[in-house]
C-alpha cells in the first residue's frame, strides 16, 4: 500500500499512524510499513503483529550500550517463544536464557548453534532436563539450590560431560514491582541466599564434572528504577572476589533480566536512555574487573515491538458504567488481568481532524475495554478515556510483543491467535491461528 510522505505520528518504534492513499477518511496505525486495517482484514482479530525492524533495532540498543564491556545478551525465551522471532535473534547474534527442557528445544530448533550461548535457569530443573541441557553442550546451568547441584553432578558424571554452574544468588534487595514478579528477596523461592554461595561454591568444585564458572542474579521484571540493579551487581561482583580467593575460576557474571518499559507512551528516545542508564550502571560495578557480562532480557526487547489487534463487538451501559466488548480477551493477553498491568490502547483509524496521540477532545467516552470471557477479571483497561469506538472498530493493545502469547492459553475453548513479523513492508505468518481440531487433539 503507498503511503504518502507525511510525518510518522503515534507510537515509535514499531507502530505509528500513516496517511496512504487508501484511507482517506484519516491516518491509519502501521507497523513499520504494513497497514493495521489491511492485515486484521486478511488475518482476522484478535491478532499479534510484531515488527521485525523493532527488534533489531532494541537488540542493537542493547548491544551499542554495553559495547565497552565483554557481555553476551541471553535473550529471554519466555518473554515470547515464537520460533521465528528466535531465529531472527540469533542470526542477530543472540544467546538465549531457558528455564525448561521445552524451551532448549525451541531453542536448537531455532538455531543449533546457538547452544552454546544458552543459559538455562529455574528453580525445577529436571534430570531429563539437565541430560538435554548437557548434551546440547550449553554455556551454563544457574542452580537455584543444593539439591539440584548434587542432581546435576550426577547427570553430567553419568554423561561424562563436564557442566558450567552458577549459583543463582538471592541477593536480598527490593525492586519496585508487583509482588509476583519481584523475585530478589530472601522471602522468594528464587536463587540460593548470598551469604550461603561460597559454601556451595566449594562443594560444587568438589564434584568431577562440575564447573563453576559464574554468578548469577535475576531480581524480577518490570523494573523500572535502575538502583536495585546497581545494588545487586555491587553484591554479586563482591562474592566474585571471595571465590576467586577462594581459588575458584570464576568468569561469567549473569546479571539476569528485568530492565522495565514504561507502558506509558514509549518511544524511542525513552527506551534508549533506560538501557543506557542501566548499562552504565552495571558496568560501574564491573570496570575494575576481567569478568564477562551476561544479559537476560525478555521485556525489554520484545515488549515494545508487539501489538494485540482487536475488534469491538459489543458497547454497553450497565448502570453508570460503559463496557466496550472486544474479541480478545484474558486467554490472548493476561497481563491486566494478572498484574493489573496497564497498556495503552488506540483506534487503527484515526478520524481526520485528530492529531499525534492524543485522540482529539470532542468525542471521547470514559469505558472499561473487556474480553468475552467468563471471568469478572477478564478486562483490557478500566475506566479508559478513549474516542467513542463503536461496534466492528479496530483497536490495538500496545506494548504486547511480551508476556502476550507466551502466557497465552486456551481458556473457554478459544484459539490462540495468528501471530504476524512484519519487515519493512514485507509481512510472514509466524503462527497460524489455532482451529477447534487442534484444540481438542490430545484429548481422549
Ligand atoms: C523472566 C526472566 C528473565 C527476563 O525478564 P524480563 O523482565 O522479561 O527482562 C530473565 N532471567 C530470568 C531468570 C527470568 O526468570
Keep these: ?10 507510537r515509535p518504534p514499531a507502530f505509528s499512524y500513516l496517511k496512504t492513499s487508501r484511507s482517506p477518511e484519516g491516518r491509519v496505525l502501521h507497523c513499520d510499513q504494513a497497514s493495521l486495517t489491511a492485515l486484521a482484514e486478511k488475518y482476522g482479530t484478535p491478532l499479534y503483529v510484531y515488527s521485525a525492524s523493532t527488534i533489531r533495532a532494541r537488540y542493537a540498543e542493547f548491544e551499542s550500550a554495553f559495547a565497552r564491556h565483554p ?3 541471553c535473550y529471554s525465551v519466555k518473554a515470547n517463544s515464537n520460533l521465528s522471532i528466535l531465529k531472527l535473534l540469533a542470526s542477530l547474534g543472540s544467546g538465549f536464557d531457558v528455564v525448561s527442557g521445552g524451551e532448549l528445544e525451541r531453542v536448537l530448533r531455532a538455531s543449533k548453534k546457538s547452544a552454546k550461548k ?3 535457569s529455574g528453580v525445577g530443573k529436571t534430570a531429563e532436563e539437565m541430560d538435554a541441557a548437557i548434551r546440547a553442550g550449553i554455556l551454563m546451568f544457574n542452580l537455584e539450590s543444593e539439591e539440584e547441584l548434587h542432581l546435576l553432578a550426577e547427570r553430567a558424571s553419568r ?5 558450567r554452574i552458577a549459583f543463582r544468588v538471592n541477593p536480598d534487595v527490593k525492586a519496585e514491582t508487583h509482588p509476583y514478579i519481584s523475585t530478589g528477596l530472601r522471602e522468594h523461592k528464587f536463587g540460593v541466599p548470598i551469604e550461603r554461595a561460597r559454601e556451595l561454591y566449594a562443594l560444587a568444585a568438589e564434584q568431577d564434572y562440575l564447573e563453576p564458572a559464574g554468578v548469577s542474579v535475576h531480581i524480577g521484571s518490570q523494573i ?6 546497581g545494588e545487586t551487581m555491587q553484591r554479586v ?3 566474585v572476589r571471595q571465590l576467586l580467593a577462594d581459588g575458584l575460576n570464576i568468569g561469567y557474571v549473569d546479571a539476569g533480566g528485568g530492565l522495565g518499559i514504561t507502558y506509558h507512551g514509549n518511544s524511542n528516545a525513552t527506551l534508549r536512555k533506560s538501557v543506557r542508564a542501566y548499562a552504565a550502571t552495571l558496568i560501574e560495578q564491573l570496570r575494575d574487573t576481567d569478568l564477562h557480562l551476561l544479559l537476560e532480557p525478555g521485556r525489554s526487547i520484545i515488549a515494545p515491538a508487539g501489538a494485540l489487534l482487536t475488534r469491538a463487538l459489543y458497547s454497553k451501559m450497565n448502570g453508570n458504567k460503559r463496557f466496550l466488548i472486544v474479541d480478545a480477551a484474558m486467554n490472548d493477553l493476561i497481563r491486566p488481568s494478572l498484574y493489573h498491568a496497564y497498556h495503552e490502547i488506540v483506534p487503527v483509524v484515526q478520524a481526520s481532524g485528530r492529531k499525534g496521540a492524543s485522540h482529539g477532545s470532542s ?3 470514559v469505558l472499561d475495554v473487556v474480553g ?3 471471568e469478572s477479571g477478564d478486562f483490557f483497561a478500566h475506566d479508559r478515556t478513549l474516542p467513542n469506538v463503536a461496534p466492528g472498530d479496530l483497536l490495538a493493545i500496545l506494548d504486547a510483543g511480551a508476556y502476550g502469547m507466551s502466557l497465552a492459553s486456551n481458556y473457554n475453548t478459544r484459539p490462540r491467535s495468528t501471530e504476524l513479523l512484519v519487515d519493512g513492508t514485507r509481512v510472514r505468518q509466524i503462527r497460524r491461528r489455532e482451529t477447534f481440531a487442534d484444540l481438542i487433539r490430545s484429548e481422549i
Excluded: N
Design 159 to 163: 554423561l561424562r560431560k563436564t557442566a
Design 224 to 229: 523500572t528504577d535502575i538502583a536495585p540493579f
Design 363 to 365: 468525542e471521547l467516552a
Design 118 to 120: 544458552v543459559v538455562f
Design 71 to 73: 557481555h553476551t545478551i
Design 372 to 374: 468475552p470471557v467468563c
Design 1 to 10: 500500500m503507498k503511503t504518502t510522505q507525511s510525518k510518522p505520528v503515534g
Design 237 to 239: 561482583v563482591a562474592l
